[in-house]
């Protein structure tokens, strides 16, 4: 008598089991599609901005936060002298509502801004050199906090214009970040104000701005993106032995090996300093901290 019992249990089971699994897979599947959804949404309500060198990032990011994605045309690691977008990068351009440019004559933006807003004619394109006193045809301005405070004021003026309704928003940010800059200055000042030696040496020249603003001299090994000749190499092992300097310092972007042959010769060290780092606060401290052990007797 137990038997048919146990045929009547399977039998409820299975049906229990009909009814119930199915429901829970739409359930799930409700779940998924909702929460994807409301990603979706997220993402959309994000304003997309496209800047051309990796440090612009933290300025769009410090200013935007989360209302805001970012896409550097110039990944980390390519020089934006020689850089050419893939076509992924490109497709991203075409939904952007602003573009933030350099503006200084960066190679990248002097061969491809022409192509880049054709691609997307309805982008703001937000000149981030606007009120910055050029020197000459050196391009590298965000490598000065006090130049890239003017730089972030001016990614704040283009945000606001697309997306007013947030503009208190991406202004109390900006006061924030103008906050965080004048930090930084004031720890670069206090690094390097006291020393007597103020020469260095790098590979490219990167830090004419930087040099400006803090009362020091650059001296660059190459010039205009040319591989430096024996000659030019000997008269940087020249340079370097009138100035004691002990470092020549590359940025990842470029060959090591003309500052290593300088190193050696004047036995001193090669040494990493990088225009186009990712953190712009903790890389501009770190290169003070790196001309501050140079500049030590």
Known sequence: MTIPVKNTMDKK?????????????????????????LEEEHEDNQTIVIVTIVPQQEFVEKVGGDKV???????PGASPHTYEPTPGIMKEVT????????????????????????????????DCSEGITKMGNDPHIWNSPVNAKIM??????GLVKIDPDNADYYTQNKDNYLEELDILDEYIHHKLDGFSNR???????????????????????EYGGKEPTPH????????STRYNLRYV?????????????????????????????????????????????????
């Open 13 to 37: 089971q299975a049906i229990t089991a009909a009814i119930v699994v199915p429901l829970i897979i739409c359930a799930a599947a409700s779940v998924y599609f909702f929460v994807g959804s």
């Open 69 to 75: 994605r970012i896409t550097v045309m110039v990944p």
């Open 95 to 126: 939904k952007a509502e602003m573009y933030a440019k350099v503006g200084s004559g960066v190679e990248f933006e002097n061969n491809l801004m022409e192509k880049i807003i054709s691609n997307n004619r309805n982008m703001n394109i937000v």
């Open 152 to 157: 972030v004021e001016n990614i704040c003026n």
């Open 199 to 221: 020469v260095f040496m790098t590979y490219h020249p990167s830090f004419g701005y930087f040099a400006e603003e803090y009362n020091l001299t650059q001296l660059a090994v």
């Open 232 to 239: 030019v190499i000997q008269d940087s092992i020249d340079e």
């Open 249 to 297: 310092f590359v940025a990842p972007q470029f060959a090591a090996e003309p500052c290593k042959t300088i190193a050696r010769a004047i036995d001193g060290e090669t040494a990493s300093m990088d225009p186009l780092a990712r953190n712009y606060t903790s890389n501009m401290k770190q290169i003070a901290d790196s001309l501050a052990l140079e500049f030590e007797e």
